[in-house]
Each structure stands twice: as C-alpha cells, then as structure tokens.
C-alpha cells in the first residue's frame, strides 16, 4: 500500500517539479535550437511511459494486494500482448532517434560558407587561432611551440604567416556567420563547452576535431571545459563574445599576425644556438633571477660577456665562456660581491649550457635595451589573460595554488619544511620555476606560464597591491 | 557431479578450511560479499565527503581539489567494480549458481577459493593506494590518458600505477571466478534443469558472466598499455604533447584508442552489473506476487539479446570525444535498438504483479523501488543515447543523475533485494522486518530526492566533475541551494546503511528463525534438506527438476506453489507445456 502511495506521489511530485523547476535549459545562443526541440520530443516520449509505468504498478499494488482466499492468476504468456508492446516501444523508438539522427547530419555538416578558427586547449586556460587574410591555417605541431611560437605553428608554412593569435582567453565570433571550431590540446583532453551553444567537443591532443555553429546574440558567454584535464579542471574558465560583423572585423585589424608576434620576438637576431638558449633560460627558471636590466636577483647579463667581476673573496674573473660553465654547473663555485650564493644547480647537459652562453654572449652584448618593451597590458589584466586567476584567487579564496590576497610580504611554510618570506624573489622564482619551492598544502602542479620578465615583473607589483 | 561419492574431496577439516581457505561456493560467497560491502562502505563514505564540497564549498578545510578528485576516483572505481560486480557475480553467482541448478558446488572449487583471494589482494592493492606518497589516483574512474598518468593530476606516481595494478589482478579473480560460474551452469545442471527451465537469477548471472569474460581482457590489456605508458615509456595512448610546459618524449599514440578499449568493457560492464540485477528481480517479483513470470522465454531472449548487443554499443559513451562523428549515427541506433528488449523486461515485471496476489513483504518492496528507479535510469538513457540529445548533456550531471539511477542505485537496491530475501536461507534467520522498512523507505525516497532534481542541474548546463561552481554566471544561486539540499540527503541515505549493517549482524544472533522456505518459493535453493544448507547442498541425492522455477498459484493445487522439485500429481497443467514437460535426463 504504502509503496503504491509513493509512487503516485513520486509522479505527480516530479510533475509538478519539472514545471515549476528553476532549473531550465540556458537560453540559446546558437542555430541549434533543433537539438532542443529533439530534446523536448524525447521527454514526451519518456515521460508518458515514466508516468504510465509508475501508475501501472501503483494500481496493480493496491488492485491485487495480498488475499488469503484468493490465487494469482497463472498466465506464463500472452504472445499478442508481447508482440504489442514491442511493435508500440519499436515506434517509440523511432520517434526519438529518427528526427534525432537528421539534426545529427546537420551537426556533423559544416556549411560551405562557415569560416574556420582555431580553439587551443592547455592546462588550464585557452588560445584562439584566426586564419587571417589567406582564411587558411598554418601548419602546427608540438615540437614547434617555444615562448615565441606559444601556438606551435610551423614557422615555414607559408598559410601560417598571416594568422592571428589571441592568447588571452577570449575568443570573439562575429554575429549570424556559420563558424567551423577546429580544436586541438597541447597537453591532455580539454572540452571546449559553450552551454549557450548547445554543441560541446573534446579537444584531443595528436588530433583535430570540430564543431560548428552559427551565434545568434550578441553578448559575452562563459566557455568552460567539459573533459576533466586535471586538478584545475573546474577553474579553466575562458569568454566568448559574440560581436557585429562590423566590430568583428574592426577588432581582426587590431590583432597581430604570427609573423609580427614572431619578428617581434625575434627582433634581437639570435644564432639558433643563442635562440635555444633562450628557450631554455626561460625554461629552466634562469629569467627568474637573471635578466639583461640593471635590476636583477642575481648578476645581470647584460654585457656580462668579457666583464671582470669581484668574487666575494676579493679575487677577480674574467667572465668567459669557462666561467659561465662553472657557474651554471657548480653556482657555489665562486660567488659575485653583492650576490646571495642562493641558485640552485642547474641539471643541464653541455650542448644545453653552450646554448645559454650563447644566449647570455648574443644577447648581453647587443645594445637593445628597448626591445624588452614594457608590457601593453597591466598586471590584473595578464593575470588573467594568461590564467594565473584559474588557480589563485584574488580574494583570500583557496584555489588549486595560494591565493594572492596579503600574500605579498607573508611568511609562508614550504613542502620542504623550510619557512621563507614572500618577497619579489620568490615570487619571481615561482612564476619561472613553479615547482621549486611550492607551499606547504598545495599540489606542485603549475605549468610554466608563457611570459617575459617585465610581464611578471608586472604581475608581482599587482600581487603586491592586494 | 551426479556421482555422489566423488564429491567428498574438499570436506572441509578444520576451522581454517571451513571458514578461511575454504573451497565450498556458499562460504566462499559470504567472504565475497563481506569484502565487497565492507569496501563499498569506504566509496559511501567518499561519496558523503565528494557531497560536503558540493553542497557546502570551502567549509570542509580538508577537502582541497587534489582530494576531491580522489575521492570522485575511488568512489567511482570501488562501486562499479569492486562492490558491484563483485557482489553479484562472487557473492550471488556463487551462492545461488550451484543450488539453484541442483549441484553440489562449483566445478572448480579450488579455482573458485582462488578468485576470491585474488579478489581480496586486488582490495588490498587499490586501499594501499591511500598510503603512499601522492595518494591514490585522482583521474576519474575512466582513467583517461593523458592527464591519468602526468603530473597535474593527483596519484599520478603511485596511485594511478596501484590502481591499474589491482584491476589486473581484480580482472584475474572475476577470469577465475567466471570460468567457475559458466562451466557450472553449462554442465553440472541436475536431472531435468534444462536450460529453458532454469530460474531467470541464473540466466542473468550466466550472461553477465559471459560479458564478463569477454569483456575484461579490454580491460586487462588497457591497464597494462598504460602501466607500459607510465612506466617504460611506450607510447600507446601518449601523442607527442607538453606537460608543465616541457614536452614530454612519447609520440604517435592515442589517447582516443584508451576510450575505445575502456568502454568496448564499459558498456558491457553496465549489463555485467545489471543482468543479474535483472534476474534477481524477476524471481523477487514472481515469488512475493505469487505469480508467475510473464513471459519467460521472451524474458531469457531479452537477457540474451541485451548481452550480445551491449558489445555494439560502447561508443556512445564517446559521442564528444573526437572520433570520427560518422559513427554517431552508428551507435545511436544500436544504442536505442537495445532499448526494445529492456523495455520487454520492465513490461513483464508489470505485468508479473498484474493479477497477482502482492506479498509487500521487504525484498518485495526493493524489488518494486528496483522497477520504478530503473525506468527513470533507463528512460534518461534515451536522452544520452540519441547521439544529439547528447550534445548539450554530455559530460553534465544529467549524466551523473542518469547513471548513478540505472546502475548505482538500481543495482543496489536488488542487492538490498536479494539479501533481504536469501538471508533466511544463508543464516537460517530472519533479517529484521521493522530495519529492512525502514532501510528501503529512507533509501528508496532519498535517492529519488538525490538523483531526481540533479536532472535538471544537467538540464542547466552544470558540468561534472567540478570542485566549486564559483563565480559561473550561468549557474543561479539556486542551483547552489539545490545542491546542499542533494549532500543534506546523501549523507541522509549513508547514514541509513548503517541501520541495514546492523540488521545484518543483529539478526544473526536474535533474527527470528527462518526454518527452510520461508516465502514459500519453488526454485530449488529453498529445498535443502537444512538451512544453511550443509557442504555439499543436497544430503545423499541430487534433487530431481520437474518443473519450471514459476509454477506459482498453478490451478488445480491447494498450495500456490510447486517447487521445481515436485513432481505433482500430474503434468502442470499450464497453457504452454513445450518446455516444461516431462523429466529429460
């Protein structure tokens, strides 16, 4: 009895909560509202055989109760009632999957005129790639990313020179034009997940995959990522705007191409063993301490080729190329007056320790001061952009990494047991090399960000301000 | 096994053979069943923490992201595989396989004493996970590549390794297990069980074990790639790709193949777990309504059917996963054409009750709760199973909601089921009546109040596996209240459990005695000469199958049940007599 009861309770509870439920569909953004409607017909169907099913047993609990004096019917089959319960399921059936298999041949076909841009997935942000004036995509491969070819497109595909490059999380798509999403991953599954749009995608790293839509609002849509891609995986937040085509074409003009981002880069002509170098400078966490400005943790290197330095000792050295060697293999070696004997032995091979001489010999002794230029964007703006917020909050909330909040001046417990003071230093030191010294009570999972020194020069004086 | 002087090789001696090392199938059942609830208790309690973060974020200090997803991992992994599919196949399999076809034991005793301490090193293997530096693996319970085994992931040293490592050996104690289970029921069937007459618990047991056995070489073969992957540095889910921004030196494997292979044995995982879910609930419903099966044989077809059709299934799992969406319309067709034959079994378990005589007696009543959670689970899989409904569902808590209904608390509920109703027979006592009420009661209406309106959190747009949700402007603030209303109620149904943990050892010792049958059944398991049946079932002679296991309030008999050992006074006089005539040897 009592379970009859809660049966037809549970029905017409579940009833009444689907209609007065909050909790609906977020309103559409896309062309696919088919898919709602295929959505919609499948819940029909599915909810009369939930409601008749639960009645059905409900009535047969309370029609045939236990009785002493009486038998239950012996009936072991009813061929006719069997064939009509399958023939009647076999149309239900068909009702939902054959209007769902056509949207589905929609889904799967991308109209002629949809353009193509590319979404990048990494732990834990996003990047965009245009295919600029040629409307086709370079070329691009894991072996090809570096600090200055954060994307990884072939330097020599002629189809990659004019692309456009938004690294800062945002992708913006102009109105009403059908729009091909080819994904791709650099590191593990990502899934690129718009829930205004309807249509979600794994992003699979080794391959390509897509998605298209046409956006039908103006407006900003949060992107999240759908495939669990590790512990900052609830915080890989990224925006989608939607703007005119004529704001959308404005804004293209104001973006730069992989060859400028790439000359810009490149401006300082470096040997390719000096370009390497670099790339393992930065790497390795040596941009951490040292730079080419007067200012730096540990001896500039600026003109720091050919230079005679004082020892602490009082002695004097030659800076030359067995010196640097010693200095990067054994740092304790000999110390320059005014310096910490604080760096850390440096777990690189011959061919690697060449490259960063010849980084330090290029790069130092060219007068290019101004090619550093200062950062366009202030340190609020690049810590988001470049996805530091994912994982550390700005208002005291524990995240995946310590938040910022007061952190600036703090002494902190490290996994190490040693305790350390939060200084420009060790912040510096964190941002190039962010498993070195990690806090006590925090996984040692941040992936090097993609940024030069004035960039987290200006994202510690932001830490500083909270 | 009709030789009857044969049998005696594994009589038990001592204490430790009788209880420990033991070869017979109903102790060896009992340790499987004990393993499994007491490991199940461990992923209650992670599902009670997982629900403190959710419904009530960064009140709980402890829980950080990395445990969190610890928790999400282990919860998954030790429910689906080392509670449920140990429990119905090692504990129920073992159990009922041998009495209720008649026979003495398992084929394979000794092989079968084997399964279940594999089972049990398997156990120890994934707990020691919990120990070790890093903890255990965070990956999800599908443990994809890349990210299962790189750093960016919790567990990624250790864990991930011990967990792979005790699926292999879990995988060598079901192989093992499975062998037994198949062998049994294929030829060591007493004189007249013909297949067609064997209770429907059997034949869910059986195909589910079939599944089992070619399921869970993928399986094996996948957690030994990515162990390869992990530790020697192979590459066969591992494209050239970056981790912490170095690149790492794997190249040319593929992460989507991990996919295929985990679910070519997910999916079928599902029917290994609900097969005899299936079974166990059509004997439930037939014995307490006093009725027999409706629709046997298309019953026994349908289980036959869903068995061979769950191995073409398994991509619907991967709609989004960036394989060639050409196969979209492949699987979603086979995936609603499995539909057909398990909306056949719901009918006939209606149809069962229909003109009944309902006994609401308490295995009774999860049997019901079974049918009416199963119908949401099974209807929602309409939705995720229609290759574009799916899109905008995929990876959300509609599919946490779908899932945990169909083959979380469905499955689970028929475990409580088939306890209720087999205690009696494994203990010679009763279960409690009052604590069995009130367990179903607070465990049927609370996860109906947990999983019903997380439906619509998915509907939303809200996505799985999340630590927080802050700071989503999508996400109202309601749906925040909805979810600590959900953790208020999951940690309400995991406190239940503790009134059926008590049950089951109170009434071991107070429990009213049961005596041989006492819900008044006809397969043969109810008609050992004692109860708890002793080493060898039977006593001197094998029981002789007369009848189907449904004769059931058969006209023209004052009792309303024959059991299947009766030989009547006359032919049954059912309709349909083909397979159910005479004694075939």
Same mark, same amino acid.
């Given at each position: ?29 896309? &062309? ?9 017909? $499948? ?105 200055? &070819? ?21 992708? @913006? ?33 080794? $391959? ?14 949060? @992107? ?29 003009? $104001? ?74 293999? &054994? ?136 | ?154 567990? =990624? ?77 192979? =590459? ?350």
């Amino acid at each position: 009895m009592g379970i009859a009861i809660a049966l037809v309770l549970i029905v017409i509870g579940s009833i009444v909560f689907h209609f007065i439920s909050p909790w609906v569909m977020t309103p559409i953004a896309s &062309n696919w509202g088919s898919i709602d409607d295929t959505m919609l017909i $499948t819940l029909i169907i599915t909810g009369i055989v939930f409601i008749a099913i639960n009645f059905f047993i409900a009535f047969a609990v309370i029609k045939y109760r236990h009785d002493k004096n009486r038998k239950a019917k012996y009936e072991p089959e009813n061929k006719k009632l069997e064939v009509w319960l399958t023939v009647i399921t076999s149309i239900g059936i068909i009702a939902m999957l054959a209007p769902g298999l056509v949207v589905y041949s929609d889904v799967v076909t991308v109209p002629d005129d949809a353009i193509t841009v590319e979404v990048v997935g990494q732990q834990w942000s996003w990047s965009f790639r245009y295919p600029g004036e040629d409307q086709q995509l370079g070329k691009s491969a894991i072996e090809y990313i570096s600090i200055d &070819n954060p994307f990884g497109v072939d330097p020599l595909d002629p189809a990659g020179q004019d692309d456009i490059l938004v690294l800062n999380n945002r992708l @913006i798509l102009p109105l009403d034009q059908p729009v091909r999403l080819l994904m791709r991953s650099k590191d593990v599954l990502h899934d690129f997940y718009v829930p205004q749009f309807r249509v979600k995608m794994d992003m699979v790293p080794g $391959t390509m995959s897509y998605i298209w839509l046409t956006p039908t609002k103006i407006g900003e849509f949060e @992107i999240l990522c759908a495939e669990f891609c590790g512990v900052g995986h609830f915080n890989m937040r990224g925006h989608v705007e939607v703007k005119s085509p004529a704001d959308y074409a404005q804004w293209l003009t $104001t973006q730069s191409t992989f060859v400028e981002t790439l000359s810009k880069n490149r401006s300082e002509t470096l040997s390719v063993s000096a370009q390497s170098g670099k790339e393992l400078a930065q790497i390795s966490g040596c941009l951490g301490c040292h730079n080419f400005n007067d200012a730096s943790i540990g001896p500039s290197w600026k003109n720091l080729y050919g230079k005679t330095q004082t020892m602490v000792d009082g002695t004097q050295v030659i800076v030359d190329d067995a010196y640097l060697k010693e200095s990067i293999i &054994n740092p304790m070696a000999k110390i320059v007056k005014g310096y910490a004997p604080i760096m850390p032995v440096m777990s690189l091979d011959d061919l690697q320790t060449t490259a960063i001489i010849d980084y330090i010999k290029e790069k130092g002794s060219s007068d290019s001061d101004s090619t550093e230029s200062q950062p366009l964007l202030s340190g609020q703006e690049l810590a988001i952009s470049k996805g530091c917020t994912a994982c550390h909050s700005i208002d005291g909330t524990k995240l995946l990494g310590p938040s910022w909040q007061n952190l600036y001046g703090s002494t902190r417990n490290l996994t190490s047991g040693q305790q350390i003071k939060v200084d420009d230093s060790y912040l510096m030191e964190s941002i190039f090399q962010p498993n070195a010294n990690v806090v006590a009570g925090y996984p040692p999972v941040m992936p090097p960000p993609i940024i030069n020194q004035q960039e987290a020069q200006a994202i510690i004086e932001f830490i500083k301000t909270l | 096994m009709n030789d009857e002087v044969e049998h005696d090789m594994h009589e038990p001696g001592s204490f430790w053979t009788k209880y420990v090392w033991s070869q017979d199938h109903k102790v060896i059942a009992i340790q499987y069943s004990v393993i499994a609830i007491l490991v199940g208790l461990v992923a209650l309690v992670l599902s009670g923490l997982m629900r403190l973060q959710l419904g009530f974020p960064g009140s709980f200090d402890f829980i950080d992201p990395s445990a969190y997803y610890q928790f999400v991992t282990m919860h998954g992994m030790i429910m689906v595989i080392y509670l449920l599919t140990a429990i119905f196949l090692g504990g129920f399999g073992n159990y009922l396989i041998p009495l209720m076809v008649g026979a003495r034991d398992m084929v394979f005793p000794f092989v079968n004493m084997l399964s279940v301490w594999f089972y049990l090193l398997a156990v120890i293997i994934l707990m020691a996970s919990f120990f070790v530096p890093g903890g255990p693996s965070g990956a999800g319970w599908t443990l994809y590549p890349p990210q299962a085994i790189l750093p960016g992931t919790p567990g =990624s040293d250790w864990g991930i390794i011990l967990m792979l490592v005790s699926l292999a050996v879990f995988i060598i104690a079901a192989t093992m297990g499975g062998l037994n289970y198949v062998t049994t029921v294929l030829q060591a069937r007493t004189r007249g069980m013909t297949l067609m007459r064997m209770p429907l618990t059997i034949w869910g047991i059986f195909m589910a074990t079939i599944l089992a056995l070619l399921a869970f070489p993928a399986l094996f073969v996948s957690a030994v790639m990515m162990l390869f992957d992990k530790t020697l540095g192979t =590459s066969f889910f591992m494209p050239a790709i970056l981790s912490m921004g170095q690149q790492l030196d794997h190249e040319g494997g593929s992460p989507v193949l991990f996919q295929h292979l985990f679910w070519f044995f997910g999916h079928p995982e599902v029917y290994i777990v609900a097969l005899p879910a299936f079974g166990i609930v059509s004997d439930l419903i037939s014995t307490h309504a006093r009725k027999n099966i409706f629709g046997y044989r298309m019953m026994v077809w349908a289980i036959v059917g869903i068995g061979v059709l769950s191995f073409v299934v398994w991509a619907h799992h991967m709609y989004i996963s960036g394989m060639n969406p050409m196969f979209g319309y492949f699987f979603a067709t086979t995936t609603l054409i499995i539909a057909v034959p398990t909306a056949i079994k719901v009918y006939n378990w209606v149809l069962t009750i229909w003109h009944g005589n309902i006994r609401l007696n308490v295995p009774m009543l999860f049997a019901l709760g079974f049918v009416s959670t199963f119908t949401i689970g099974g209807l929602t899989g309409l939705f995720l199973g229609n290759v574009v409904v799916d899109l905008p569902l995929s990876d959300t808590y509609f599919v946490v909601a779908h899932f945990h209904m169909v083959m979380g608390v469905s499955p689970i509920l028929v475990v409580f089921g088939g306890i209720y109703h087999w205690y009696p027979k494994m203990t010679g006592k009763m279960l409690d009546d009052t604590m069995g009420k009130l367990h179903f009661w607070g465990t049927f209406l609370g996860t109906y109040a947990i999983y019903f309106p997380m439906h619509y959190l998915g509907v939303l747009g809200v996505p799985r596996r999340y630590f927080a949700y802050e700071n989503y402007d999508f996400i109202p603030d309601s749906a925040k209240d909805l979810n600590a209303m959900i953790s208020v109620m999951a940690i309400f149904v995991g406190v239940i459990q503790l009134i059926f943990i008590f049950n089951l050892i109170w009434s071991l010792f107070k429990g009213k005695p049961a005596g041989d049958n006492p819900w008044q059944a006809t397969s043969l398991e109810w008609q050992t000469e004692t109860t708890p049946p002793g080493h060898g079932n039977w006593g001197p002679h094998l029981p002789i199958c007369y009848r189907w296991a449904y004769d059931y309030s058969v006209p023209g008999y004052e009792q309303d049940f024959l059991p299947q050992n009766d030989p009547g006074k006359e032919q049954p006089v059912n309709a349909d007599t083909n397979q159910l005539k005479g004694v075939e040897a």
